[in-house]
């Protein structure tokens, strides 16, 4: 049973004039932290919203610094790299992310909002980390 359907459903706050980012590069009493700057920096982007269309987000995907997919998996239990996140036309496979060149972009972040994209079904793969969040890992992210 998926743990979404027994929980309440927050209504939705809209929050597109605000984002607080906050950069701790010199903390009094704490080491420096080198890139905090660049972290925060890098997330001061256009947000482009694509159709959830496959060759669309492959599109896109290749040069953006946050991915993120709210939505459902599918995952294959034999086959991690046939594992997909599930779009309006197909999907978008593990095996896809891998033939895009993410890492000449570097980008920073992949959030999926899916439910068990870090799942790994079958008991023989169990130590592969072959699955959706792996897969960015992999590709780029």
């Known amino acids: 049973m998926n743990n ?5 459903v927050a209504p939705v706050q809209h929050v ?3 984002m607080v980012l906050i950069s701790m590069a ?4 704490h080491m420096p932290l080198q890139y905090a700057s660049q ?5 001061q982007l ?11 987000v492959l599109r896109v995907v290749n040069d953006c610094k946050i991915f993120h997919f709210a939505g459902h998996r599918h995952t294959n239990p034999s086959d991690p790299s046939d594992s997909a ?6 999907v978008l496979r593990v095996a896809d992310l891998f033939e895009v060149n993410l890492r000449g ?9 899916a439910c068990g994209t870090g799942q ?19 590709a780029g992210f």
């Open 4 to 8: 979404r359907q027994n929980r309440p």
């Open 120 to 138: 790994v079904k079958h008991d023989g793969l169990i130590d592969e980390g072959l699955h959706l969040i792996g897969a960015c890992q992999l």
């Open 39 to 43: 972290e925060v920096e890098v997330l």
């Open 85 to 90: 996140l599930v779009l309006a036309d197909g």
């Open 16 to 18: 597109r004039d605000k």
């Open 105 to 113: 972009n570097k980008p920073f972040l992949a959030y999926l909002s």
């Open 26 to 29: 010199q903390t009094p009493g």
């Open 46 to 56: 256009q947000v482009i919203q694509p159709l959830p269309h496959r060759e669309e």
